[in-house]
């Protein structure tokens, strides 16, 4: 019986052993070998200390021991805390920080770079260090190489878990600035992946393709999907598309998941022929894909299905469109995915008519546990399911995901807005806040209001309106080079529009509304981009 995430490993370890789990460049590892490996880990880390719940963080690219890190802290009865391999030390040690986390595992560079900011991760116990390289790693403290760590001794059981105990701590933006650790249960991750696996009809004949951060939950769901049927993965971590052509042409790729910006990079270049030939389906989350480019895919994977999801990270996938639907509903959202329902409802908790705006509300099993030490926004997001029964005394919660759709009278559902400032751009959702506050912390403006303008290829692009300092010029290469050093390329304004006076409405705050609406065609193509 599958309770837990590394639970998802021991069916095809037990059936088809020597089956291929992972593959990794030149590396690639099986299932019974996979298995063995985060039995180890689990070991190690118990005997490192490591107590139930505790956290350990992964700070690194796709590769095989990330993931024997991430399945062996569960097995120990650990927390995975997936760091995006983009963040620049500042957010990583906010994670390291929030959440107390016990272990980081990560490479020997990029612990280096974090050395300015780990002393302030006051529960750090050890780093574990996945590369052997040369270097001076007195200069990096607490530190275990990988390769280095002893064989697993006699000692404590591996702790029984339970499938409602806490896995892992995502980390998404938060609508007040400071990102926001999404706690996720073992029943969240396993029935998570076992669902999607259900509507993809994934087998173990499959290879899939990981291109999307593991700190995302549909790139770390092709894990989960992949496992729960024996099927095969290839990880990569994507910088190029011609790589990734040449990736799924040569592992004979049947299933990729990706975001719009990256779909959009794919179809630029020419593909060689029958390159897409394997491919049986893709998947695209984190925003529309353009109709023009799902055409173009469709060439491009001439036998394969298209699906198109929507999810969030605090109840993982909500929706998706079946592939007999692409062309009659190319706009929609979709359906509830299995063993979910999804409501449309008004601000009164009444249910939405067909046609009708409401909001999107999702409950079943995908629920996360909420917000990691916030009771106060888990409060605001997950709320008592509308309309139960009242003889049922004890509250089941549901996902208030802040997202406007309608409704048609088949059941299909279609996005209309956000009901807050969240920015949605290459597939992250971002806070304005977020991005204001690293604007400000470079001295080189006054005041500052973050922007989300429609963008063909990233679904929105940030706009940066400003005032400058007291005393200095307008300077936008510095400023934009200023924010490039702590954030990812992906939280970089585009644009920066410089005013002596910012707007403000009645009630004496910003009007982001009015700027949206005037530069809203801004990165339009010939809009002046």
Request: glycine share 8%; proline share 7%.
């Amino acid at each position: 019986m599958i309770e837990t995430l590394a639970d998802l490993i021991r069916p095809a370890a037990s059936k088809t052993p020597d089956a291929i789990a992972l593959r990794s460049k030149a590396d690639e590892v099986s299932y019974a070998e996979l298995d063995r490996q985060i039995d180890g880990f689990a070991a190690n880390l118990l005997q490192l200390g490591l107590r139930r719940y505790e956290r350990v963080a992964v700070f690194a690219g796709k590769q095989i021991e990330t993931v024997v890190a991430a399945f062996g802290a569960t097995r120990a009865g650990g927390t995975f805390v997936p760091v995006n391999a983009l963040f620049k030390p500042a957010q990583v040690a906010y994670i390291l920080a929030d959440c107390n986390v016990r272990v980081l595992v990560t490479t020997r560079a990029r612990a280096r770079d974090l050395q300015a900011v780990l002393d302030d991760a006051k529960d750090l116990r050890h780093v574990i260090l996945l590369d052997d390289g040369a270097g001076d790693d007195e200069a990096i403290g607490r530190h275990i190489r990988w390769n280095d760590l002893p064989p697993p001794e006699p000692g404590p059981r591996l702790p029984r878990m339970l499938s409602s105990d806490m896995a892992a701590i995502m980390y998404t933006s938060g609508s007040t600035g400071k990102p926001k650790g999404v706690v996720l249960s073992h029943a969240n991750v396993t029935i998570g992946g076992l669902s999607v696996a259900s509507y993809l009809e994934n087998d173990a004949q499959d290879r899939i393709l990981a291109v999307l951060p593991f700190s995302f939950d549909a790139g770390f769901s092709q894990l989960t999907t992949a496992f729960s049927v024996g099927a095969s993965v290839v990880l990569h971590d994507y910088f190029l598309a011609r790589d990734v052509i040449r990736l799924i042409e040569k592992e004979a790729i049947t299933g990729i998941t990706g975001v719009p910006p990256l779909w959009m990079q794919l179809i630029e270049p020419e593909w060689p022929e029958g390159a897409g030939d394997s491919v049986r389906y893709f998947a695209n989350t984190g925003g529309k894909m353009p109709l023009a480019t799902l055409q173009r895919l469709r060439q491009v994977f001439p036998n394969a299905l298209p699906f198109l999801m929507y999810g969030l990270t605090e109840s993982f996938r909500s929706t998706y469109l079946p592939p007999s639907q692409v062309d009659k509903r190319p706009d929609s959202i979709g359906i509830a995915i299995p063993n979910v329902e999804v409501m449309v409802v008004g601000d009164d908790g009444t249910p939405c008519s067909p046609g009708q705006a409401g909001e999107l509300v999702h409950r079943g099993p995908l629920v996360s546990l909420g917000y990691w030490n916030d009771p106060q926004r888990t409060a605001t997001r997950f709320k008592p399911v509308p309309n139960r029964p009242p003889e049922i005394v004890n509250p089941e919660l549901a996902v208030f995901s802040g997202d406007t759709v309608v409704q048609d009278d088949e059941g299909f559902l279609y996005f209309v807005g956000r009901k807050d400032d969240m920015i949605k751009t290459s597939g992250y959702r971002i806070s304005p806040m977020e991005i204001e506050e690293v604007a400000y912390n470079t001295g080189l403006v006054s005041e500052v209001a973050a922007l989300g303008i429609p963008h063909e290829r990233l679904g929105h692009g940030i706009l940066l309106v400003a005032r400058p300092a007291d005393g200095l010029a307008e300077s936008t290469d510095e400023l934009l080079k200023k924010m490039r050093s702590q954030v990812p390329n992906y939280m970089v304004p585009l644009a920066v529009v410089w005013k002596n006076t910012l707007p403000r409405n009645a009630n004496g705050k910003l009007d982001r509304r009015l700027m949206t609406e005037e530069y809203q065609q801004l990165f339009a193509p010939g809009g002046g981009e």
